[in-house]
Nanobody, 123 residues
Framework: QVQLVESGGGPVQAGGSLRLSCVVS????????MGWFRQAPGKEREFVIG??????????SYADSVKGRFTISRDIAKNTVYLQMNGLKPEDTAVYYC??????????????WGQGTQVTVST
């Protein structure tokens, strides 16, 4: 059974940083693109950031709203993908979901989702 388990969310003040982690089990981690989505209260779920599989070049994709502030990385040995969030703003407040794509490329519809972790940014 494939599972994505996030951790690392919580409250933070504006301008601060958080690192989210997502441990992947049951899937050959390096073969698939990974990413993060988020959903703020009253808003639709939106793409935040993604990274291609190693075999397709490992390039990253960003939403314009997080460019220059958020980065994604992965540790193959630990089957873990990370979301480093710097310069957090109140509008970054949302539930953040780790996702896995059915191929090595970001852009298709993710086929696996984690349970989500809450990030709350206060002024």
């Amino acid at each position: 059974q494939v599972q994505l388990v996030e951790s690392g969310g919580g409250p933070v003040q504006a301008g601060g940083s958080l690192r989210l982690s997502c441990v992947v089990s049951g899937r050959t981690f390096s073969n698939y693109a990974m990413g993060w989505f988020r959903q703020a209260p009253g808003k639709e779920r939106e793409f935040v950031i993604g990274i291609r599989s190693i075999w397709t070049g490992g390039m990253t994709s960003y939403a314009d709203s997080v460019k220059g502030r958020f980065t994604i990385s992965r540790d193959i040995a630990k089957n873990t993908v990370y979301l480093q969030m710097n310069g957090l703003k109140p509008e970054d407040t949302a539930v953040y979901y780790c996702v896995s794509y059915p191929s090595g490329r970001v852009g298709s519809v993710p086929d696996l989702w984690g349970q989500g972790t809450q990030v709350t940014v206060s002024t």
